[in-house]
């Protein structure tokens, strides 16, 4: 989001199969996609397993709560993940895009 007109959020992403841990250090860009405005492309500034990286992900607020959600991350590693959060799982999780904030 934007808070006192600054970009800030959060990012903490694990992958549970290799223990690669991606932390936010700066939130860098907040974009729209122009062909689906349910979703956005956030870019970060991160740490992979403690080296500097960048990450870009995109976040898709298809349903409450988290019906079909996605969420796919790239980092400048070359690794990318993502998908349905809830997929066959329920509770896997509920993104949402609060549109008063940063339209």
């Known amino acids: ?3 006192n007109g600054e970009l800030w959020g959060h990012l903490n992403y694990i992958d549970h199969a ?3 841990h991606v932390k936010a250090t700066a939130v860098t860009g907040y ?4 062909d689906d405005p349910n979703c956005r492309i956030i870019t970060y500034d991160v740490e992979i397993d403690g080296a500097p990286g960048t990450a870009e992900v995109l976040v898709c ?3 409450e709560p988290g019906r079909d959600d996605t969420f796919t991350i790239f980092l ?3 690794y990318e993940a993502g998908g349905d959060l ?5 509770g896997g999780g509920n993104i949402q895009l609060h549109k008063g904030d940063c339209q």
């Open 1 to 3: 989001g934007v808070k």
């Open 18 to 20: 290799t223990g690669m």
């Open 31 to 34: 974009f729209f996609v122009d």
């Open 61 to 63: 607020d298809n349903g």
């Open 76 to 78: 400048s590693n070359g």
């Open 86 to 90: 809830a997929a066959e799982h329920p």
